[in-house]
């Protein structure tokens, strides 16, 4: 044994011990260590352009908005990108802390806890321009074909016009196919969000989106929630600190601003 060595650390034990300040000085610094790592959060999301991808700068608006919510909130974030269904299961193993986001279901509940809505969404019908469509109630649209997504709700009135038959729906993968199904006179109609519908056509169908419009009627009008794991024993504390996060930029004005650089195309597809 090194003996020399030994009564260096023996002297450097009892030196400490022999002073509480420097030895509650430390502890704090191993407290502090272990909060700040603990303060990184993960955030699972999927691809749903403009609001939220991968290829866009700040990985969408919305995405921006709640990595800036939680930042003012004192925490960092780490955005990871997965399937939507491995996002929904990765929460509820407790592999991320929270998920942004989703339409509210009340199965869900089960396994999340919902933030206060963070974003409102309004689904059209987007028809051809050359064929001038308008309407009133939904059952006046038996005679149409109308395009949509698959596994998608598109409120209780029109998921019950469909399961009565009384509503035709041709359901695709993604939204690039259901506009060009109705750019080839396959449908007469499409579903889509707003500001979702448009992306597609502006990135994936830019030489034919002069064909396409939408009814100013909205179909549906949808709050979505930023979701946070039950299985995690943390959340109930921190929803609340997102929740008082958010009321702070939306009484503040700094939530609008979000919207208006969107709309101002400040966000971007990365090159």
Sequence with gaps: MNHKKYLNISHMVVNVLSRPFLLLGLLSCLMFSVQSQSKTLKIGVGE??????????????????????????????????????????????????????????????????????????????????????????????????????????????????????????????????????LLKGRTDLYIQELNVGYSTLKTQLAEKQDQVTHHPTPVLNNYSYVLFPRSLEGSEQLVKEFNASLKAFRESGKYQEYFDAFQNEQYFIKK
């Design 48 to 181: 749903w352009p403009p609001y939220i991808s991968e290829s866009i700068t700040e990985n969408g608006f919305i995405t921006h908005l709640v990595v800036d919510i939680l930042k003012d909130a004192g925490y960092q974030s780490d955005v990871l990108f997965f399937p939507w269904k491995r996002v929904y299961s990765n929460g509820v193993k407790g592999n991320i802390d929270l998920t942004a986001v989703w339409m509210h279901k009340e199965e869900r509940e089960a396994d999340y806890i919902y933030s206060d809505p963070i974003l409102n969404e309004q689904f059209v019908f987007f028809h051809l321009k050359d064929k001038p469509f308008d309407w009133q109630k939904l059952d006046q649209l038996w005679a149409y074909t109308i395009g949509g997504d698959l596994k998608y709700s598109y409120g209780a009135e029109f998921d019950q016009l469909l399961v009565d038959k009384k509503l035709t729906m041709v359901r695709e993968h993604s939204p690039e196919l259901n506009f060009r199904k």
